[in-house]
Nanobody
């Protein structure tokens, strides 16, 4: 059974950190570009950071210098380290997987190109 499972979300104060994990089962992540997407209430799902099959990375401007995406193919898991969190980072974070994805910016800009999705994990940044 193909599955993506996100974890690591929670409530954190502004300036704090969280590390999100996206664990895959039923397929090998090293053949997929993986993206992290954020969805705030009433807004569409938007790409935050994506990593291609060659480990090239893409970040939207609002998270550059604060977020880091990485993959551990041995663990079949992709991570998103989020530092210096801001209230506007609040939302449900989903990971998506695109088969043979070479260009991470393409996955981040077109979330509908994902072949698989996880169920999401809530991140709330608030004092």
């Amino acid at each position: 059974q193909v599955q993506l499972v996100e974890s690591g979300g929670g409530l954190v104060q502004p300036g704090g950190s969280l590390r999100l994990s996206c664990a895959a089962s039923g397929f090998k992540l090293d053949n997929y570009a993986i993206g992290w997407f954020r969805q705030a209430p009433g807004k569409p799902r938007q790409g935050v950071s994506c990593i291609g099959i060659s480990d090239s990375q893409f970040y939207v401007d609002s998270v550059k210098g604060r977020f880091t995406i990485s993959r551990d193919n041995a663990k079949n898991t992709v991570y998103l380290q989020m530092n210096s969190l801001k209230p506007e980072d609040t939302g449900v974070y989903y990971c998506g997987a695109q088969r043979n994805g070479l260009r991470p910016q393409a996955l981040c800009r077109w979330p509908t190109s994902s072949n698989y999705w996880g169920q999401g994990t809530q991140v709330t940044v608030s004092s």
